[in-house]
């Protein structure tokens, strides 16, 4: 499997090495997250809600769908349902691209790939880290933001997986 192959592990070999936490209290608050990019925005998701990072692979649109999804592909034999992340959070849909990647998120008995334009990062952050979303917020992404944080000199926002899932759930129906 090459470094294309396996965006996870590309991204996880080209990590600093650091000393990591200094406690075992510090170990048991961190939390670790998946952070991607829409346009010039950081995100991140819970990387417990994260199967697998595959790369952008063709998907096939599916006639009549909301426009939240794109379509679907295979996962080793599975057909899976493939939402466009921008679109769930209000915001222009990206162009069509040749590089990206799917997020394969769970949630709520829900799996389904969110469709990104990159993944960052994968970072350990301290809870205490994670601080209250700003009321300055546009309101869709108001209520599918949990918190924010910086990494690498950017401001993440922490999106509710399951929100964003009820969400398109309620706007589908």
């Known amino acids: 499997m090459t470094q294309h192959d396996d965006p996870l592990g590309a991204l996880l070999a080209a990590r600093p090495e650091d000393s990591g936490p200094t406690s075992d209290s510090e170990s048991q608050d ?15 998701l819970p990387g417990a809600r994260i199967g697998e990072i595959l790369p952008l692979v063709p998907i096939h649109p ?20 493939v939402l466009c992340l921008a679109t769930l959070l209000g915001r222009p849909a990206p162009t069509p691209v040749t590089r990206g990647a799917i997020l394969l998120a769970s949630a709520r ?15 350990d952050i ?8 700003p009321p300055t917020l546009p309101s869709m992404l108001a209520r599918v933001t949990t918190g ?10 922490l999106l509710d997986l399951e929100r964003l899932f009820i969400d398109f759930m309620k706007e589908s129906a």
Not at 63 to 78: F, K, M, Q, W
Not at 148 to 157: D, G, I, L, Q, S
């Open 109 to 123: 008995e829900i799996t389904s790939g969110l469709r990104v334009e990159r993944v960052v990062d994968v970072v």
């Open 62 to 81: 599916v006639p009549g769908c909301p426009p939240a999804l794109e379509g679907v592909i295979s996962v080793r034999g599975e057909i899976t349902s």
């Open 148 to 157: 924010v944080f910086t990494a690498k000199a950017h401001t993440v926002a």
């Open 30 to 44: 961190l939390v670790k997250l998946v952070v991607f990019a829409l346009g010039e925005q950081r995100f991140a």
């Open 126 to 133: 301290a809870g205490h880290d994670i601080l209250e979303p």
